[in-house]
T-cell receptor, first 115, second 114 residues
Framework: AQSVTQLDSQVPVFEEAPVELRCNYS??????LFWYVQYPNQGLQLLLK??????LVKGINGFEAEFNKSQTSFHLRKPSVHISDTAEYFC?????????????FGQGTRLTINP | NAGVTQTPKFQVLKTGQSMTLQCAQD?????MSWYRQDPGMGLRLIHY???????DQGEVPNGYNVSRSTTEDFPLRLLSAAPSQTSVYFC?????????????FGEGSRLTVL
């Protein structure tokens, strides 16, 4: 079984500053990794994903994440945040046999951007 | 584009009452699922379905029933609501053989059980 740990429940940053949201996972098999974003009062939407290939993955809205197999991490980064990035971010993992059918989510990180 | 539609958006129940949360998708996705979201716990899978007539339990199935009579609809039933079921519920769908891993979520249903 897989598990996901998001190391920070809340991350406050100033506008135009860089940000990193940390995610570690545990699995005995190879995995797919995802970041989803939830804006206030909305459902989740996919930000980016790692399935295979290059370990640096680029997503929407200028976000990117790097898969590090040795450290079992998939941290999300953005070099310069905007007020509109205020949201909750969820890291998720799925093993290759299950595909998208069973996504296991982390606890979420609430990103707050201050002007 | 409707996508995944959940109703109702808000509901208040008394302990012991029953209700059904509706979920419909118009993308012809074979896979559908229900998650609950609680503060500090992320999203937890309740039940899922890989096609009409097929359902299976997720991580937290107790107290919930599902059925899948059509590809489009996947209702979640609470037979006897308990305060522990106060939560925000999300329905999600994806193509069955999704190599993309992308789940499409509804906007959520906020349930309060008194």
């Amino acid at each position: 079984a897989q598990s996901v740990t998001q190391l920070d429940s809340q991350v406050p940053v100033f506008e135009e500053a860089p940000v990193e949201l940390r995610c570690n996972y545990s699995s005995s098999v190879s995995v797919y990794l995802f970041w989803y974003v939830q804006y206030p009062n909305q459902g989740l939407q996919l930000l980016l994903k790692y399935l295979s290939g290059s370990t640096l993955v680029k997503g929407i809205n200028g976000f990117e994440a790097e898969f590090n197999k040795s450290q079992t991490s998939f941290h999300l980064r953005k070099p310069s945040v905007h007020i509109s990035d205020t949201a909750e971010y969820f890291c998720a993992v799925s093993d290759l046999l299950q595909g998208a059918q069973k996504l296991v989510f982390g606890q979420g990180t609430r990103l707050t951007i201050n002007p | 584009n409707a996508g995944v539609t959940q109703t109702p958006k808000f509901q208040v129940l008394k302990t012991g009452q029953s209700m059904t949360l509706q979920c419909a998708q118009d993308m012809n996705h074979e896979y559908m699922s229900w998650y609950r979201q609680d503060p500090g716990m992320g999203l937890r899978l309740i039940h899922y379905s890989v096609g009409a007539g097929i359902t299976d339990q997720g991580e937290v199935p107790n107290g919930y029933n599902v059925s899948r009579s059509t590809t489009e609809d996947f209702p979640l039933r609470l037979l006897s609501a308990a305060p522990s079921q106060t939560s925000v519920y999300f329905c999600a769908s994806s193509p069955r053989l999704a190599a993309t891993g992308e789940l499409f979520f509804g906007e959520g249903s906020r349930l309060t059980v008194l």
